[in-house]
């Protein structure tokens, strides 16, 4: 497994997650680059559970020192509810939820790898999917001194088995095995599911693929109403109680996730080239993205939300895509920004077997008019004023036609 031309590196940070493929990356590092190892892993709202032991595991699996930080709030504030003012959605389905965190752990890691003086960071994404794009487009926007290590690129291992075999020789403890079926990526936006039988698009996910939402076939037979409040673009209010952005999504994800809400079952297209099918559940950002648009619609002109529309198909591909560290990303984020100043106001959305419908919208900065959009009798609108403006707007199509009768 040794490589002859690797580098001289005296210390690196690992993106560490105390999962399979991270735990036999620690060993693998100190005995194939000679080098000292600091784990690094991210609280990015993906439960106590995961994070529970994970500093003597660290330690246990050959690391130095283990730092853990809590990046939840930074998460949520400034990389979450900027995405959701965009509007980004991934191939009309995917709300982002594992494109969103790479930017904030990357940059993380390369924090703690400047305060322990690393010369080369680490992650442990295979050389077949987004991940190794997004951490590496951001280690090279912030930290381009620094050599990057992706071991899956590397060695010879290829299974779990060979990971598990590997662990066992050097007396390496660890929770996995070898008839783990999914993959699974979790933080405080959503949770993914890859794998074992959704890796044939034909087969319908069992009950066992969904960890975070109830069955829609068995959530309440009752609908839940939730009012959320808007302030220049930021979520303020859940049912009328004030929330740090943070709390805001939890109280959300607890509010949806009984009713079934936020699942899908997609096949999308990798940055690198191949397609994947996956099932994300994505509750309380499904009404967040739901109630943030109906108040867009309620405050913004058609031609402002066709722009804003079109940057939010442009930035969905952006993040995706892990560009987050470029000059495309800050113009399309202030341009989102430019367009929140305006939503202002609050949405009630019903929550009922798997669906989040908005039933009631208002704002301060509404543009709705009942005056001039009722169908009953009214004084604002002279209706033969339409005449003269259809006429105008389809005077190329009348002209066109004119001079193919002349023919």
Known sequence: MKSTTKPA???VVLAYSGGLDTSAIIPWLKENYDCEVVAFAA???QGDEELEGLHDKAIASGASECYIMDLKQEFVKDFIFPTV?????YEGEYLLGTSMARPVIAKAQVEVARKVGADALCHGCTGKGNDQVRFEGAFAALAPDLTVIAPWREWDMVSREDLL???AERNIKTTASATKIYSRDANAWHIS????????????PTKGIWTLTTDPMDAPDTPEAVSLTFAEGELTHVNGQAFGAYDALVELNRLAAPHGVGRIDIVEN?????KSRGCYETPGGTVLVKAYKALETLVLDKSALKYREQLGLEFAHVMYDGRWFTALNDALIAGAESFAKLVTGEIVIKLYKGTATVTQRQSPNSLYS???ATFGADDVYDQSHAEGFIRLFSLSSRIKAMHDMEK
């Open 9 to 11: 590196i005296k210390k």
């Open 43 to 45: 609280d990015v709202g």
């Open 85 to 89: 003012k965009t509007g980004a959605v």
């Open 165 to 167: 075999d590997y662990l």
């Open 193 to 204: 599911h890859e794998g074992g039988e959704l890796e044939d698009p034909w087969c319908e």
């Open 270 to 274: 990798r940055l690198v080239g191949m």
């Open 370 to 372: 009942e005056d001039f």
